[in-house]
């Protein structure tokens, strides 16, 4: 199974996903993230999909958790680098990624996860 | 063939390794941080492998060519995260990353790469 690196910059986790992630590799992801928000304590997380070129209902769902479950543990999100594709797709299944900022830059991402005052 | 992706932070490009990466794989990579780097005009290079815990005398040759030809474009490199395991290899294969900054969190090396004054 591909290990999916999580990185720590300062306060920030950033997670960039790759294309052709299957779904148990989603939901291990999902666990990883959340593990890693535990033992970090980090205030935000980044996830970058700006080579993600296609997103299945599952992957969209699985987005979806990762940044409540992470707001419920104290983390904010930010979605950088969506692609139009995806971007359709994630309307048409209904996903709208509600209090998730996004932007199309990891610098924008990253700016809000440590200045939420500053935008979105 | 697993796709690495390239994060762009203000003039750093960040590469996370993971472990598993086949020959052709490491060329791939190398080639595809070159393009960018060229693409991107970025002055700085983060590659992050604090998940690789096994390096081979190849990738840590592929390691060394990276750094020393994104000198010659102007960009300078960090490497990040290093494990007891793979710092042992890479000595004992006589790899000693010249010229590169190496730190154990990425926030260093970031730090490093944006202020290169400011240590190693």
Redesign the interface.
Known sequence: M????I????DVL?V????DITDDEAIAIKHNILVKIKETECQGLLI?I??VDLIDSFMGRILNEIAEMAKLMGSRTAITGMSPQVAITMIELGLKLQGVYTAL???KG?EWLRNPNTGA
Chains 1, 2 share one sequence.
């Open positions: 591909m290990q999916v690196p990185l720590k910059m300062n950033i960039t996903l790759g294309n970058d700006s080579v830059t990891v610098e990253f």
